[in-house]
Each structure stands twice: as structure tokens, then as C-alpha cells.
């Protein structure tokens, strides 16, 4: 993994462009980002709203199909069959989104959100952003949930977004080898990883109906550049994809114009009068939320462990496939299980919106009320438990739910397939949380006065939810917004900040723990406290392979051809009169900019016999952009090694540069804020004596006892 | 002449309007001010009433009338409240009562140029008529009755009657068998169950059922599940628990060949390259100390 140029290079091909564009040009300019970011929304919507539909066809065939097989069954026998049926279909299913992921796309595995985190933190995670790992997103997704897996659908509509971000900012498809020769001032590092902001607030509003959460999870996120312009063009662009959702959804139900879908999750109206809390009831809810903080730290401690098993031993993706079809199998025996053991049978109401009601073996006119929790998209689930009258749960049922669950979104997240956390996290807290409600009312003599279960069910959820990922801003406006009810926002903020506190005191949060999986040099907001001692002198890498202002191609090709140190960024210095004294420094280049001029061969003595047809421009370096071709493939002859290069025009001639005091603090701030990928470190003479890059900041950590250096892996 | 008569019968109401609408009290012995509907409407009353104090023949005639039909039907509808036959039994005269409410709410003007409508339905606060009467239209709303009963003729639909004969047979059924093991009566009578069953699910996709066939359709299934105990009792406990134990099985199988057999997948530590002189053991005593 690398990191992103999020910084100009202001050098002489920069400045001429500058020049050449009239200020009708730069008006365009901001016109055409507009223009993107509304394209990225309405995109978002759209695949949010194909994601919908499709999972909402298969599984509701799925589950008719296997209603009416158990129904036969019960009557004559032969209901391991059936078991037997239900395990089949969902191993089937689950095969084939897993193959999707393991063989084709690794990187579209899992829930994305922790790529896209690293990837607004700066980091370039390999093929985050591809084409193929948006359809191989889109079709796994569809696949975990229809297969019946403990899994929700929101975390991958976040990189969907991302990826319809980076797709449509730059104007072409580098995959389909298609250039729509658009946006092309759009190809780089800084303008895309802005779109790609954008593109996760659209991911996050129409998964949630959410657009201030989508927006406040992409700023909290990636907040090192916030710029008042940008923050509302993602606003845009949050706002234009919560609202294609909701109206082709709408269009769908045959109900146009109603809007009334404006996410993928709907919790439902949570009407003023039957849910209002009092203010003796808020301990109740802390006490909820350290609850939930409690059960979240549990959940990524047995999920951490899982997963280094994982990474040791099921590495091979024949063996990822296997173990996604043997969890999906096993989720079918569990609740099938569940279900045929359970006592509890409700009658059936006429306006009960159960869809797909086992009788089993209840009277006729009742069904099995296990059924309604395990025979369900999580998503209809957690909307019954906010909602249902209080009497529909029997608490032996949920308690078992609760246990049984937890331990299958545990098990599930990690495996090779496409797949988010919030919803199984939200539904574990809502049935723990309705439980809760459930015994309040009967353990107090006046039952009125805790009156609805739902209210707890939701606090519950937001409290398990923020237990296991430890989100706070975003998470708060993203349930307040999803519950349609400013005044929960108070009580969810409590409690999310409760469960941060609890959780974070016994472990990190779960996507921070696969981050950290991964070796990703990730910088969190700040430097770790105390660590002002440390100077850049200490932390920065030293010797420097450094390239003087006119360097020989034979030197240049050996450089970038060094495997031992994959360097990215290399100072220029001026020839020193002595050999052995560092240069000073005069610009900062990179190894893509030199893997272009070597391509097109931009030597000295090449311009002074005019053998090149014209001036390398700007353009020709966007082109190469993102996938500049590896040195390998470039081919230098003999003779052309003898050439010199002039680095003196292509390179960053003002890169930002500290003195060797320079606290660990002030050079992360400076680091973060503006995005910089390489820090050059200069003495008190302007020489270069060492470089400061992400994978020397991101050691320190402040550890249990005081500041600590970790020891980053090879990826 | 007229036009005196109703212009100081104007200029009379705009003045009581405007003087209730500014909130001082009115005399209290003037009733027909004390409402608040519009003055137009408020003109109407005083040109139609005599004498305010009594109704007209005609429409005390009307309101007895629909006193008998009201009584008529509740004493019809309390016997039939259990078990549930208030459309079979009572809805003859509920379209009795539903007539004479018709015609008392309607446009039309009685022989001494009155309109009951207005006399009998809105003359008062409580407004006693229109609330008895929409109280049982409501029941008759829930209790879904329109779908047991044809539009045209006054009699109960054909789908209804097929049933009710179902039923009835079931019942005979039952109470054939009902002496002895109720594991007989199971038996023998689960095919004119099933099959009544079968019938219900029919009527209910097509339309709502009213509430005689959904009562009965109940009752009949409690008698069946709980009383007579014919549901399906659970007896594969062994099988299913033998092939969920089998798949909850496979997952330690598969993890424990996959710890045996591949090789661990260590990880390549990468070494950060330091100035030597300024390592940082030095430097953290130093600073320390």
C-alpha cells in the first residue's frame, strides 16, 4: 500500500497551464465538479436501488419456496429435509458469491468501509477502486444476503459509492480501456480522492436515508483538507443519491411519488407520542450503552482472534470458499433449529406485516414466533422489533436470538465475502434491548410507565452498534436521521459515547482492528500525546537516495529499479562540489513522474538534436495517471543510459520541508492537514539529511504504558 | 314587507356574531346563538324554526321510528355477540335502520316546509341521533358484514352459504366422534377439516372475510388445536438433531485440517531505516533522565 499525492507539484508545466487557462476555464472548472458530484449521487441511488430490488426478489423466492416445502413436510414428516433443503440453498448461493470474491476480487471481501477509511486517511490500498471490484461488490453482496449469512448490506453500498466516485471523476474507464476524454484536469491524486469523499457520504446516505450522516462519516473520516466548497458539494451530492433511491423505489412499488424509502434500511416512524422518553430513564440508557460497549468489546476480541486464524491458516481462496459455505450451511442449521424447538406461537393479526409466517407446529391460526426473528431479512427484522406491539416477544425467544446471533455475525464478518456489520449488530442490540424494555415493564409494579419495548429496542441498537465500531458524530446523526426523530438525539449520543468509553478501554474498535490486520499505516486525528520529545530527527529514514538536477538515465533506471527499497519520492539536489556532503535541496520528484519522462524519453541530448516531436505538457502525465506502468516494462538501451535527464521543470520545486528539532506532534500536523506524502528533512544549511513519510509516523502509538513504536509488516 | 323583516335579521346576526366572535358573553338564554357554526347557516335555523322549542310531527314521527329500528337491532346484535352471527342474524335490520337514517339525514322537506335533518341531527351539542347511529354504522364497518351480504337481493351471498354448509358439516363431524379417543375424531375428521381449511384460504385471498366466517373459522380451529389437541405433534426430534449436530460439526473438522495441513503465513516485518548515531534507545534515556 501507498500513499496518495493528495499535494500539488507546482512545477513549470503546472504554472504554464495556469497561464493558458482563461478564468471562463476555471469557472467550468468548479461547474463541472458540480456536475460530477451530482452524477456520483444519482449513480449511488441507482445501485443502491438495483442492490434493493434484486435482494428482495431472490430472497423472498428463497423463502417461499422453503415455507412451502416445510409446510408440506410438517404434515408428513420428513422435516430434516427440509433442513436440509434451506442449508443446501444457502451454501449454494453463498458458493457463489464467495468464488466472486475470492477468486476474482479479494479486495472486495468483507464490509470496504476499512478500505475506504485508509483510503480518505490517504493510503492507496491496491485495486480499492476498480470497476471490477464494484461489480464483484454489487453481485457478492446480493449473494451473502439472499444466501441467508448474518450480514447486512449497508457497509458495502459506502465502497460502492467510492468506486462510482473515482469511476466517473476521471471521465474514462482504465478497465474497459474507454476514454470519454472528459474531466481530464480530474486525473489526479487530489481531485480524486475529493470525489471519492463524496462518493462515500452517497454510499452512507443511500444505505441509511442519511445524507448530514454521509456527509459527517466521509469529513470524520478524511477530514484533512475541510474546505467549506467541498464539504457542500458532498452535501450534493449525499442529498441527490438518498433522493434517486427514494424515488425509483417509489416508482418500483407502484406508489410514484410517495418517497418513502430513503435508504436501504428503514427503521420505521417513531411516532412522538407512544415513544417518549423522561428524564429518569436516561441513567437507564447509559447504563444500556455500557452494556453495549461491554458486548462490543466481547464481539472484537473473539472477531480479532477469528480473523488471525484466518490470515495463518485459510489463505488459500479454494479454503475461503469452503469455510463461507460451511458458515452459511451451519446459519441455516442453527436457526432451522431454533425454529423447530421453539414453544413460542403468537396468533396470527391481520395487520401483522409478516410475510412469510411458519406455522409449524403451533394451533392453527398461530405461527412460530422464533420464525419472525430467524426467518427474515435481518433488515424486516430489526424494523419488527422497533415496532411491534409489546406482548409480540416472548423473552425466553429473544435472549436465544440474542445468544445464537451473536456468535454468527461474530463468526461471519472476515469471511471471503462481500458483507457489512451494521445491520447483524444493530439487530443483536435491538433484540437485547427490546429484552431489556421486556423486563423492565415487569419487574416494576406500574407497567404504564415503561411503556414501549421498542423505544429500548432501539437504544439497544445504536448501543451495540457503536459498541463494535466505535463511530461517533456520524453514527449519531445517521440514527436520528434513519429514526426520522430529532429527539432522540440526545439519548443516542449518550449512549454512543458511553459505549465508546466502555469499549475502547478493553480494545479498539472493529474496523481500527482489521486496519491494524492489514499493516496499513493509518494516522488517527493526532499525534500521541507526550511524544513531544521525539524529533523529526528520530523518526525520519536517513540515508536519503536522493537525484541531482541533472541525473543520468543509467542512474535513474537503477534507482527506481532497486527492489530492496521500493521508494516513491526522491529529493533533487544541487551537484555539490564535494562527493561526500548531501546536496541541497531543490524540488522533490516522484516515481511516477520519472517512469513518464522515461517513457517518452525526455532526455537532454535528445531536445537538442529536436528528435522529440513537442514539449511534454501536463496531459501526458495525466494520461498515464492512475496505473503508471511498472519500471520493468519500460526499455532503456545501452546508449540511452548514457543520456542525461533534466529534472529541473518537472519537479516539485517548493516541497515542504522541516528543520531536525521538528517535534513528532508539529510534523503530523503538518503531515495530516495537508496531505503530504514525503516530508523532506533538511539541516540548517538547506541539505537534505533524511525523509519523513506515512510509515514513520504511523509507528507511535500510545500504548498502556506511554508512547510505543510498533513494528509495521510487509504487505 | 319582507325585505325589512330580512335585513333586520341580518344586520341582528351580523351584530350577535360579531359580538360572540370578540368574547363577551351572550345572554345565556338564547340557545341557537350559543353554537358556532356559520352565520349563514345560523339564518337557516332562525327561518325555519317556529318556535324553537318543539319539532314537527313529521319529524318526531321519523325519530321514533328509528328509536324502534335502533332498539330492534341491538337486541338483535347482543345475542348474536357470542359466538360472533351479527351479520347472518341482524342484517335485515340493520338495513332497516340504515333506510330510516337515510331518510332522515336526506335533503328532503317535510310537509310543513321543515327539514328533519337539521331539527333532529344538528341542533344541539350532543348531537345524540348522529352518534347512536354512527356507532353502529362503525360496528357494521368492522364486523366487515358488506362482504357476506349480495348487493342486490337482502340475503347472504352464495360463497358465504357454501361455507356455513362446510361448516356445518364439520360440526356434525366433530360431534359424530367427540364421545370417544379424541385420536378417532383426528382421524376421521381431518379431511372435512382440511378441506374447510382450504376453503377459507380460497374466500380470504379474494377479499376480507366478515367476521361471522373469521369467528367461526377460529373457533373452529381452537376446538381442533387446542381442545380436540389434532395439531402435528413434534416427532422427529432425533433426525433433525442428528443432521444439524452433522453440519455443526463440519465447520471444527474443516478448521482443524486447515491448522494441521497448511503452512502458517508469516509476516515480513519491515526494519525502519535509522540514522545510527540517533537511535532512538539513546536519545529516550537521555531525554528521560
Known amino acids: 500500500s501507498q500513499g496518495l499525492d493528495y499535494d500539488n507539484i507546482e512545477n513549470q508545466l503546472f504554472l504554464e497551464e495556469e497561464r493558458r487557462m482563461s478564468p471562463m476555464g476555471f469557472r467550468c472548472l468548479e461547474v463541472s465538479r458540480w456536475v460530477v458530484c451530482g452524477l456520483i449521487g444519482f449513480l449511488t441511488g441507482l445501485i443502491a436501488c438495483f442492490i434493493d430490488i434484486a435482494v428482495e426478489n431472490l430472497a423472498g423466492l428463497k423463502y417461499e419456496v422453503i415455507k412451502r416445502n416445510i409446510e408440506n413436510f410438517t404434515e408428513t414428516g420428513g422435516l430434516s429435509i427440509s433442513l436440509i433443503l434451506w442449508g443446501g440453498f444457502n451454501a449454494a448461493v453463498v458458493m457463489l458469491g464467495s468464488i466472486l470474491v475470492a477468486f476474482f476480487e479479494p479486495i472486495a471481501g468483507g464490509s470496504g468501509i476499512p478500505q475506504i477509511k485508509c483510503y480518505l486517511n490517504g493510503v492507496k490500498i491496491p485495486r480499492v477502486v476498480r470497476l471490477k471490484t464494484l461489480v464483484v461488490k454489487v453481485f457478492g453482496v446480493i449473494c451473502s444476503v439472499v444466501g441467508g449469512l448474518a450480514v447486512g448490506k449497508e457497509g458495502p453500498m459506502i465502497h460502492s459509492g467510492a468506486v462510482v466516485a473515482a469511476g466517473v471523476s476521471q471521465g474514462r474507464s482504465t478497465s474497459l480501456k474507454r476514454d470519454f476524454k472528459m474531466f481530464e484536469y480530474f486525473r489526479r491524486d487530489t481531485e480524486k480522492r475529493d470525489f471519492v469523499s463524496a462518493g462515500a457520504a452517497a454510499g452512507v446516505s443511500a444505505a441509511f436515508g442519511a445524507p448530514v450522516g454521509g456527509v459527517l462519516f466521509s469529513l470524520e473520516e478524511g477530514a484533512s483538507f475541510w474546505n467549506q466548497m467541498l464539504t457542500w458539494r458532498i452535501f450534493f451530492a449525499s442529498m441527490i443519491s438518498t433522493f434517486t433511491l427514494n424515488f425509483f423505489l417509489s416508482i418500483y412499488h407502484k406508489k410514484t411519488g410517495e418517497l418513502s424509502s430513503p435508504g436501504l434500511i428503514n427503521f420505521g416512524r417513531f411516532e412522538s407520542e407512544s415513544v417518549e422518553y423522561y428524564l429518569y430513564e436516561i441513567p437507564l440508557f447509559i447504563a444500556m450503552g455500557a452494556i453495549g460497549g461491554l458486548l462490543g468489546a466481547l464481539f472484537n476480541f473473539l472477531n480479532y482472534w477469528i480473523t488471525i486464524f484466518r490470515i495463518r491458516y485459510i489463505h488459500r481462496p479454494c479454503l475461503q470458499v469452503m469455510e463461507a459455505m460451511l458458515v452459511a450451511a451451519v446459519t441455516a442449521a442453527v436457526s432451522f433449529t431454533m425454529i423447530y424447538f421453539s414453544n413460542d406461537c403468537q396468533p396470527l393479526a391481520p395487520e401483522n406485516s409478516e410475510e412469510y409466517p411458519l406455522q409449524l407446529f403451533c394451533s392453527d391460526g398461530e405461527y412460530n414466533a422464533m420464525a419472525t426473528a430467524f426467518f427474515n431479512t435481518p433488515e424486516r427484522s430489526v424494523r419488527s422489533l422497533f415496532h411491534n406491539q409489546p406482548g409480540s416477544y416472548n423473552p425466553l425467544t429473544l435472549g436465544l436470538f440474542t445468544l445464537t446471533y451473536f456468535f454468527l455475525a461474530c463468526w461471519t464478518y472476515g469471511l471471503a465475502v462481500s458483507a457489512g456489520v451494521f445491520i447483524p449488530s444493530l439487530l443483536i442490540g435491538a433484540a437485547w434491548g427490546r429484552l431489556c424494555g421486556i423486563l423492565l415493564a415487569s419487574v416494576s409494579p406500574n407497567a404504564s410507565i415503561w411503556a414501549d419495548p421498542g423505544k429500548y429496542a432501539l437504544i439497544g441498537a445504536a448501543a451495540q452498534l457503536g459498541g463494535i465500531v466505535r463511530m461517533t458524530l456520524s453514527l449519531t446523526v445517521i440514527m436520528v436521521e434513519a429514526t426520522g426523530n430529532v429527539t432522540y438525539g440526545l439519548p443516542i449520543m449518550l449512549v454512543l459515547m458511553t459505549a465508546k468509553i466502555v469499549g475502547d478501554y478493553f480494545i479498539e474498535g472493529l474496523y481500527d482492528i482489521h486496519i491494524k490486520l492489514q499493516s496499513v499505516p493509518f494516522l488517527h486525528w493526532e499525534a500521541p500525546a507526550t511524544s513531544h520529545w521525539l524529533t523529526a530527527r528520530e523518526v525520519m529514514s536517513s540515508p536519503v537516495t536522493c537525484l541531482n538536477r541533472i541525473e543520468k538515465v543509467g542512474t535513474i533506471v537503477d534507482t527506481l529499479s532497486n527492489t530492496s527499497t521500493n521508494h516513491n519520492g526522491f529529493p533533487v539536489v544541487v551537484e555539490s562540489a564535494g562527493n561526500d556532503e548531501p546536496g541541497k535541496l531543490c524540488g522533490l520528484i516522484l516515481r511516477s513522474q520519472l517512469i513518464v519522462l522515461l517513457k517518452h524519453k525526455v532526455f537532454v541530448e535528445l531536445v537538442r538534436s529536436r528528435l522529440t516531436q513537442r514539449k511534454l505538457q501536463l496531459k501526458d502525465f495525466r494520461d498515464a495517471y492512475p496505473r503508471f506502468p511498472p519500471i520493468q516494462s519500460i526499455h532503456v538501451s545501452q546508449d540511452e543510459r548514457e543520456c542525461m535527464m533534466d529534472l529541473t521543470e518537472f519537479m516539485n520545486p517548493t516541497p515542504y520541508t522541516v528543520p531536525q528539532d521538528t517535534s513528532l506532534p508539529r510534523v503530523f500536523k503538518l503531515f495530516r492537514a495537508l496531505g503530504l506524502r514525503h516530508l523532506v528533512v533538511v539541516d540548517d544549511e538547506n541539505r537534505v539529511v533524511g525523509l519523513v513519510t506515512r510509515k514513520d509516523l504511523a509507528r507511535y502509538h500510545m500504548g498502556k504504558h506511554g508512547l510505543e513504536e510498533l513494528q509495521l509488516a510487509q504487505t | ?289
Request: aromatic share 10%; charged share 20%; hydrophobic share 35%.
Open chain 2, 1 to 289: 314587507m319582507s325585505f325589512n323583516q330580512n335585513t333586520l335579521l341580518v344586520v341582528l346576526s351580523c351584530i350577535c356574531i360579531s359580538v360572540c366572535v370578540s368574547g363577551e358573553v351572550v345572554s345565556a338564554g338564547s340557545p341557537v346563538f350559543k353554537t358556532h357554526v356559520d352565520p349563514l347557516y345560523s339564518l337557516n335555523l332562525l327561518t325555519a324554526l317556529n318556535d324553537y322549542s318543539d319539532i314537527s310531527q313529521y319529524c318526531k314521527d321519523l325519530l321514533d321510528l328509528f328509536g324502534n329500528q335502533y332498539v330492534a337491532y341491538v337486541n338483535c346484535l347482543v345475542p348474536a355477540a357470542r359466538p360472533v352471527k351479527v351479520c347472518q342474524n341482524c342484517f335485515v335490520n340493520f338495513e332497516n335502520l340504515n333506510k330510516t337514517y337515510t331518510n332522515i339525514s336526506s335533503d328532503e322537506v317535510g310537509p310543513a316546509g321543515e327539514v328533519c335533518r337539521d331539527s333532529l341531527l344538528r341542533s344541539d351539542r350532543l348531537m345524540l341521533v348522529f352518534l347512536l347511529f354512527s356507532n353502529l354504522d362503525g360496528i357494521w364497518e368492522k364486523s366487515n358484514c358488506k362482504n357476506c351480504i349480495s348487493s342486490d337481493s337482502p340475503s347472504l351471498t352464495n360463497d358465504t352459504l357454501y361455507f356455513l354448509a362446510m361448516l356445518n358439516q364439520t360440526y356434525n363431524c366433530f360431534d359424530q366422534y367427540q364421545q370417544g379417543n379424541h385420536t378417532e375424531l383426528c382421524k376421521n375428521c381431518k379431511n372435512t377439516y382440511r378441506d374447510l381449511n382450504i376453503l377459507y384460504s380460497e374466500m380470504e385471498k379474494n377479499y376480507t372475510m366478515c367476521i361471522d366466517i373469521e369467528d367461526a373459522m377460529n373457533v373452529t380451529r381452537r376446538r381442533w388445536s387446542k381442545t380436540f389437541n389434532c395439531s402435528f405433534p413434534r416427532e422427529e426430534n432425533v433426525p433433525i438433531i442428528a443432521v444439524s449436530s452433522f453440519m455443526l460439526f463440519l465447520p471444527i473438522i474443516f478448521y482443524l485440517s486447515s491448522f494441521l495441513h497448511s503452512e502458517q503465513k508469516k509476516r515480513k516485518l519491515i526494519q525502519p531505516k535509522r540514522v545510527p548515531q540517533y537511535s532512538s534507545l539513546m536519545n529516550i534515556q537521555d531525554k528521560l533522565s
